[in-house]
């Protein structure tokens, strides 16, 4: 099949869990012989690639402004696919998702398909006409395509409640790592189980504040446990660099936090890999990719106590109170007590992401949507 992604910001993935989706996704489809297209935005692929891993990158215009980037870049991606012959156009996300009429109006032979990644209207980040707009997303997402794939069981009953639309349940995936080096943790001022991680788009609803907070009300009240101990935060500005600037402002050049930026390839896969544990402080989720990757290292995560968090860590040790400092103060205090218990824990998040959230699996299942 010729087989076309939408919605996306491009490839290789730098940020931002759809990208992580649709380059592992993308891969195994073209794995299993499928030709693949992705429409990426230049000012996300810095290298301006047209081949990656198989993968055919195709670049539209857009305007990269907070509020126009993915609309205009799906209009003008959803253009050029209409006369290519794709078999299956696949949009990813709500806000591209609203424009999935396009193909099925003016090319109705192609199919056409959306994946809802998350409900993204909640986001801190949106104004009132831009949440409107993301609502009309999510209806869209489930009437426009001819199949809709939710990301999570949430998700899924979410759109069965909202739309009266049965939509198939196809999870984020993840890739196993059994070993990794340590040479690159030096350069951050990091050494191996002596740190904490957080791995994400620095934008309010992640919740990074709430770690910040956190962290440093932890080590005023343990300084002796937490003495040797540092917090990484590993992510950028998404438009957000107001709240960048903000993180700043509370870490007040403390010593034992670390702001990394952006990460990718070996330096990123260390610092997974040797973190003592993930912690992700999200007020709202869709599966949250960055949560599977640390239990695909073997990790312990500490997650908010969200219903897409609870799908995946079930054991209830490891949730605090979504937005509760204290709450998030005393997890940390706790599970730092009890390395044993984050080791166990850590072998069994291995397990469950080995068993439900395989990428081979995904794509099989995505596949058979796409036959269907």
């Given at each position: 099949m010729r087989i076309a992604?939408?919605?996306q910001k491009g490839l290789?993935?730098?940020f931002g869990g759809v990208e992580r989706h649709v380059e592992e996704l993308a891969k195994e489809l073209a794995t299993k012989g499928h030709e693949v297209f992705v429409y990426a935005r230049k000012w996300y692929c810095p290298e301006k690639i047209t081949n990656y891993a198989g993968i055919n990158i195709i670049y539209t215009p857009t305007i990269k402004t907070k509020h126009l980037d993915a609309i205009v870049h799906t209009f003008t991606s959803s253009l050029h696919a209409l006369n290519k012959n794709y078999d299956v156009i696949h949009y990813h996300a709500v806000g591209p998702s609203l424009l999935s009429w396009i193909p099925r109006f003016f090319n109705p032979r192609t199919k056409v398909v959306a994946t809802f990644h998350c409900i993204d209207r909640y986001h801190k980040k949106w104004n009132w006409f831009a949440r409107l707009v993301l609502s009309l997303g999510e209806k869209a997402t489930c009437k426009f395509p001819h199949e809709t794939i939710a990301v999570s069981k949430t998700i899924q009953s979410y759109c069965l409640n909202e739309f009266d639309k049965p939509v198939t349940y196809n999870p984020n995936g993840v890739r196993i790592v059994t070993k990794t080096a340590t040479d690159k943790l030096a350069q951050f001022g990091l050494e191996p189980d002596k740190y904490l991680l957080m791995v994400s788009r620095l934008v309010k609803h992640k919740g990074a504040h709430y770690l910040l907070e956190a962290w440093r009300f932890a080590r005023?009240?343990?300084?002796e446990l937490l003495k040797d101990?540092?917090?990484a935060i590993v992510g950028?500005?998404?438009?957000?660099d107001d709240y960048v600037q903000e993180l700043r402002d509370i870490a007040q050049n403390d010593q034992s936090i670390v702001f990394t930026n952006w990460q990718k390839d070996e330096n990123l896969n260390q610092l997974y890999g040797n973190t003592a544990l993930l912690v992700?402080?999200?007020e709202n989720e869709g599966l949250p990719i960055t949560v599977l990757q640390a239990m695909a290292y073997g990790k312990a995560v500490l997650v908010s106590d969200i219903p897409e968090h609870q799908e995946i860590v079930s054991d209830s040790r490891y949730w605090f109170a979504n937005s509760s400092v204290s709450s998030l103060a005393g997890k940390?205090?706790?599970l730092l007590k009890n390395l044993e218990l984050?080791?166990?824990n850590g072998q069994e998040n291995l397990e469950k992401v080995r068993e439900h959230f395989n990428w081979s699996d995904i794509a099989e299942k995505t596949e058979m949507v796409y036959r269907a």
């Open positions: 992604f939408i919605g290789p993935a730098i005023q009240q343990y300084p101990y540092k917090l950028g500005s998404a438009f957000t992700h402080p999200s940390i205090v706790e984050l080791k166990k």
